[in-house]
């Protein structure tokens, strides 16, 4: 049995559960989410508990029992308490600022970028040089944080740009004056 597969999923209070043929409706205070499950595996509701099976031991099974288990229980947690990452900016000059529903980001070029945010997204900038990027939806949330960072990726070698708070860049030694 797949391991992650099989554990329950709790309904926290303030969360509704809805299955529809073989689409699951998560609705909280962080919003409402849908998921369609693949048509082999079986999802049941009991109180305030989420399980789900699947048919047969077969390796396509195996890993679309642990995976709908996943998307359901970060749907349950997206809705109830909701996912942050969090991005820094180093080097001179760079800056993030808010305005309205957008972000603008100078990060060294000859123009501001600017950024609309998503539905479903809230974009925060409590200091100059941080973002944070909050939404239910976890995918939807790490994609726009891979968003923003792309827009400049940490330099190798000056440790220049946007990065993830908890990433570490490694900074390379640069050329030295070598002699013939």
Do not use: W
Not at 27 to 36: E, F, P, R, V, W
């Amino acid at each position: 049995m797949s391991r992650i597969g099989r554990m329950p999923i709790a309904i926290p209070a303030g969360v509704e559960v809805k299955l529809d043929g073989q689409t699951v409706t998560v609705n909280g205070k962080g919003g409402t989410l849908a998921c369609a499950v693949h048509p082999d595996m079986t999802v049941k509701i009991d109180g305030a508990v989420i399980t789900v099976e699947r048919p047969s031991d077969e390796k396509k099974h195996k890993a679309l029992h642990g995976l709908t288990r996943s998307l359901i229980n970060n749907m349950v947690h997206g809705v109830s308490e909701g996912f942050s990452k969090s991005l820094d900016i180093n080097g001179v000059g760079y800056k993030a600022q808010k305005s309205g529903n957008k972000i603008i980001l100078n990060l060294g070029y000859s123009h501001p970028i600017e950024m609309v945010e998503p539905a479903g997204i809230t974009i925060e900038v409590p200091a100059q040089n941080k973002i944070l990027v909050k939404g239910a939806d976890k995918q939807l949330v790490g994609e726009t944080a891979a968003k923003i960072r792309s827009f400049r990726l940490p330099d190798a070698y000056k440790g220049k740009g946007i990065r993830y708070t908890n990433e570490v860049v490694r900074i390379k030694e640069g050329k030295t004056g070598a002699k013939k």
